[in-house]
């Protein structure tokens, strides 16, 4: 009930009181600060998804959804400290698309893009768990290739390349759409550097190593991969050869 009460003196002005209302229970104000510090929870949460959905689209790529070039810089790096500290050697492999100016300039960007998203699909699909692969920027990719089998790196290695370069070919170039045309296998060229042991280098170098290599590949015919070897001696170029594993002189 509201009562009103007048100001002795001053008829036109009142003070209105409300009653106060009971005072909440034990329980009561238990569950109420438990619904208190759920609703805050919920927003830490929220606010923590948010975040991470940021963070993981700073190191995405928007076109194929594989890891971005910031992403595999920051693995390179952690890569390259545990084999300067004697850890596993491991493989970084260059991936440039052939001929991508071609599609680009006879079937428009759209197609072009395509190939770059079954490519992601089609490569991705030969590339284990424990490796990353990723795009770096316009038609090059790269793959981080952990290597297990010391005893046998060379067959390793080597197995993997062919693997990358075959599924490639399930890529078709031309539009789908375009039934007039045979379809045309898409290719790769490969730049392999293997990174030993007790070796301090950057990954800048080797960016530049791989990219040389995969260079390599494109003089010597295209759909084919050069592997180099990084040591505590220096880059050493070990050979060319092609998508079934065969020397190219």
Same mark, same amino acid.
Request: charged share 30%.
């Given at each position: ?9 001053? !008829? ?5 009181? $409300? ?7 034990? $329980? ?10 759920? $609703? ?12 991470? %959905? ?12 594989? !890891? ?19 850890? +596993? !050697? ?8 052939? +001929?991508?100016?071609?599609? +680009? ?75 007039? %045309?045979? !379809? ?9 550097? #293997? ?5 301090? #280098? ?20 295209? +759909? ?7 040591? $505590? ?17």
């Amino acid at each position: 009930m509201i009562d009103s009460l007048q100001i002795e003196n001053n !008829p036109d002005i009142k003070l209105t009181v $409300e009653p106060q209302g009971e005072v909440p229970s034990p $329980e009561q104000r238990i569950a109420q600060l438990e619904k208190q510090l759920a $609703e805050t929870q919920r927003l830490l949460d929220e606010e923590r998804a948010k975040s991470k %959905l940021l963070e993981s689209l700073s190191m995405t790529d928007t076109l194929t959804e594989l !890891p971005n070039r910031r992403f595999i810089q920051a693995e390179m790096e952690r890569k390259l400290q545990e084999v300067a500290r004697g850890g +596993n !050697p491991f493989a970084v492999v260059m991936v440039d698309v052939d +001929n991508f100016r071609q599609v +680009n300039e006879s079937f428009g960007h759209p197609q072009g893009d395509t190939v770059l998203k079954e490519l992601a699909i089609e490569v991705g699909s030969s590339v284990r768990g424990t490796d990353t692969f990723g795009r770096l920027a316009g038609d090059e990719f790269m793959v981080l290739l952990t290597i297990k089998d010391l005893d046998h790196l060379d067959q390793e290695v080597a197995s993997f390349l062919k693997r990358y370069l075959n599924s490639a070919h399930r890529v078709n170039r031309i539009p789908a759409n375009i039934k007039s %045309l045979t !379809p045309e296998p898409q290719t790769i060229s490969l730049g392999c550097a #293997v990174v030993m042991p007790f070796n301090e #280098v950057s990954p800048d170098e080797i960016y530049k190593i791989a990219d040389e290599l995969a260079y390599r590949s494109k003089e010597k015919g295209k +759909n084919c991969y050069t592997v180099g070897l990084v040591d $505590e001696f220096g880059n050493h170029e070990i050979g060319t050869y092609s998508d079934q594993g065969t020397l190219i002189e």
